[in-house]
């Protein structure tokens, strides 16, 4: 079983930048897609982006495009989500999760591993 843990939130100011960290441990998972996943107070949770542990392929939310990257460090077995351009609609607490299939979806009943998650606050 795999389990993770986010790290990296925070309070920024809009226009700023953080980088979320979700490290993963308990066995090997180079068959894994990896994912991040938001939820705003009363509002569902949504798809944020998501990344192919072995080939390194992403996809990404419409609403994140050409301000987020996701990454992996198959050294550290960790997955990164490099948040730039925040917004104050980016307020939400994230969350890492996992499947073990290669493919990238995005919806969350497909990820069956999930962290605690790590609030991320933007101001305006």
């Known amino acids: 079983q795999v389990q993770l843990v986010e790290s990296g939130g925070g309070l920024v100011q809009a226009g700023g930048s953080l980088r979320l960290s979700c490290a993963a441990s308990g066995r090997t998972f180079s068959a894994y897609a990896m994912a991040w996943f938001r939820q705003a107070p009363a509002k569902e949770r949504e798809f944020v982006a998501s990344i192919s542990w072995s080939h390194g392929t992403t996809n990404y939310a419409d609403s994140v495009k050409g301000r987020f990257t996701i990454s992996r460090d198959m050294a550290k077995n960790t997955v990164y989500l490099q948040m730039n351009g925040l917004k104050p609609e980016d307020t939400a607490v994230y969350y890492c999760?996992?499947?073990?299939?290669?493919?990238?979806?995005?919806?969350?009943?497909?990820?069956?591993?999930w962290g605690q998650g790590t609030q991320v606050t933007v101001s305006s």
């Open positions: 999760a996992a499947r073990p299939w290669a493919s990238l979806v995005r919806m969350g009943s497909e990820y069956d591993v």
